[in-house]
């Protein structure tokens, strides 16, 4: 027996590692994960030009602010008809398209060397993120579709790879090429990136690609509910699972952010002073990269899986109430690297189960809920952050912004158990549990 024990990791490793080597054989797959991690990239050395030029040609600080909020705001305002959008027409030809017009608007800022205008820049920022609300969901349905079941949770967990990676390095090139360079080469060269990817997307082979039928061709209801416009939405935030799922992933998403408005003052408090932010954030980048890999290693079919991403979740707010007690730096960067395997832990598992159980033609919109939720997660922590420990202090303020995380966990796994009850004692009732309650 006790060998046996013994040869149960080498065997997860084996599987583990059968699984991505799988999913590294799938050409779609490559071409897609290859252009989402080359467009973070791009992404994040952008966004070292566009704060140069909003602290240059604005107020300092407070024009900076306002271009964050500028990116923030169409997630807010447009998330929700962009999931509509990207169910009713999504394909691989869709994408391209909207490659091609994210590509056009990036090259656009190349404008502001002309016409070196404050409110030019912050409407170009608009425009570009008011495109994205439909290109992330389209992308990531255009993914899900072009992989079998079983790849999907691996994807994820690359995919969630490929965006902390593109996060770590991006900004380093873009510092890089301003070094040498105006930003309108970081312009160009992102709008290059758009376009690189849209030629990716182009050369999918689409009989990998699961047929999809739009709404007005397709049946229209899913269990007797009709699938179309918004009552899609209502019909997604009536699964009881779902919108636990939901409120969780905002809550936690809300933590995160008010913890990293937070992470100067701790820095400052723990020694490490104000530049100290940097050894945080790579400790999550850290916990991060191995909470994707970790995560894509399973199929997450079994409603037992909304049990991790409970488990998961409420392990991040319990880490990020540690960093914020923590009396030393080792401790600290410890709860970091806990907090940032906890997340994505719980975002892979978590899309992973819902994209095996929801219907094909929903998934924009669920996509898009859980954008609006790390839209208002995000809005919300940046303030109630800085504001809490203004009021409690710091470790106050964490403990308190864990507190919600940690009791929506619990509801989600209480919902999880009255939705099928027998999932807990019986191993054959995961198996025959592929439907929504």
Known sequence: MPRVRSSRPIVAARRAGSRYRSLSRQRNARLLLGSAFVSEIGDWFNIVALLALAARFGDGALSVGVML????APRLLFQVPAGAIVDRFASPRFLV?????????????????????????????FALETINTVAWPAFRVELGRSLTADQRAPANGLLGLAMTVGQLIGPTIGWAILTVAAPTAVFLLNGLTFVGNAVAVSRID?????????????PQTHGGVGLAGAAGYRWLLRQPTLAAFTGVFLAANLMVQGTIALFVSRATALGLGQHGTGVFYTSVAVGTIVGSAAAGVGEYRHRGALYLVAGA??????????????GGIPLALVALVAAGIGTD?????????????LPEALWGRFLSILLVGVGMGGVIGVLSGPLLAKAVGISGALVLLAVPVVVLCGILAAITRRAHPQADTDPMAFAADHTMT
């Open 345 to 357: 832990v719980g975002e892979v598992v978590g899309t992973t189960h819902f994209q095996h159980h």
């Open 97 to 125: 398209v909207v490659q091609l017009a994210m590509g056009l608007v990036a090259a656009s800022f190349a404008l502001i060397a002309a016409v070196p205008n404050l409110w030019l820049l912050y409407g170009l920022v």
């Open 206 to 218: 689409r009989h990998r690609t699961i047929p999809f039928v739009p709404d007005n061709d397709a």
């Open 69 to 72: 909020a500028v990116r923030m």
């Open 313 to 326: 979740l409420a392990a991040m707010a319990v880490a990020l109430g540690v960093f914020g007690v923590a």
